[in-house]
């Protein structure tokens, strides 16, 4: 992702990475099963947990508001153990959230829309949430947006390509310098997460959406366990 370093703001190319695509997915509910394009929905997770709500201020960058704002890489040595994982067959989610999955572009190039929607009754933070998940190999853009007012998102994010046309994706969605009312998704709305690249007949657009698990971060711990574990990149903006 061709991100430009920058502490505060979204960057240019965050900016302008192809996320359109998705603002046409946010009516809500289950897309038309008739579009080759679209999947249907499907849901998982509960529909009520516990979160717990970060203390402090935009740009105070100690307290827990600001946890995921900075990062580093995290390299490992030898093989990704995503390599060695049980795949994820059905969408898997530890919050209350519909998923489907849409594609705009052509044989040569496009975007992959991951439009979730928060079916729980309580409002969902997004900030530090992890995304696994397989899709075909080489993309060059990836980025999140929302039904709502949301900003400066930026990422943890690493592909491990398979061998076989496909890779495993791993995205941390981190926020930073905005209200935590910028980092949250109410009841009933929408966000997307998308992947720009080159189809490949390996993994269908079904595939693709049940191979996602997400791990929303409940406990202020940020996800830091699984991003160490996958050896994630730190993106700048």
């Known amino acids: 992702m061709r991100l430009q370093t920058s502490k505060r703001g979204l960057g ?31 849901s998982a997770g509960p529909a009520t947990y516990t979160q717990a709500v ?16 900075n990062g580093v890489n995290h390299p490992i040595s030898g093989a990704n153990p995503v390599l060695s994982e049980p795949l994820t067959t059905q969408f898997a989610s530890n919050v209350g959230l519909s ?32 995304l696994v998940f397989r899709a075909p190999s080489g993309s060059d853009n990836h980025g999140y947006t929302a039904t709502q007012q949301y900003g400066h998102p930026q990422q943890d994010y690493l592909e491990v ?12 969605i981190d ?22 690249g080159t189809p490949n007949s390996a993994i269908s657009l079904t595939q693709i959406r049940d191979s996602l698990k997400f791990t929303a971060d409940l406990n202020l711990q940020s996800n830091d366990a699984l991003v160490q574990h996958y050896g994630t990149d730190r993106l700048t903006n």
């Open 12 to 42: 240019a190319s965050l900016a302008t990475v192809l996320l359109l695509a998705g603002a046409a997915a946010f009516a809500g509910g289950n897309p038309a099963a008739a579009d080759p394009n679209t999947t249907t929905a499907v």
């Open 54 to 69: 970060p203390a402090g201020q935009p740009s105070q960058y100690s307290s827990p508001l600001e946890r995921c704002a």
């Open 99 to 130: 998923e489907y999955v849409t594609f705009n572009g052509n044989q040569y190039y496009g975007n992959w829309n991951f439009v979730f929607t928060n079916t729980s009754s309580q409002t969902l933070s997004t900030d530090c949430a992890l």
């Open 161 to 172: 390509p398979r061998g076989d046309g496909t890779s495993f994706y791993i995205a941390r």
């Open 175 to 196: 926020f930073h310098d905005v209200p935590l009312t910028q980092r949250q998704v109410a009841p009933g709305q929408s966000f997307t997460y998308s992947l720009g």
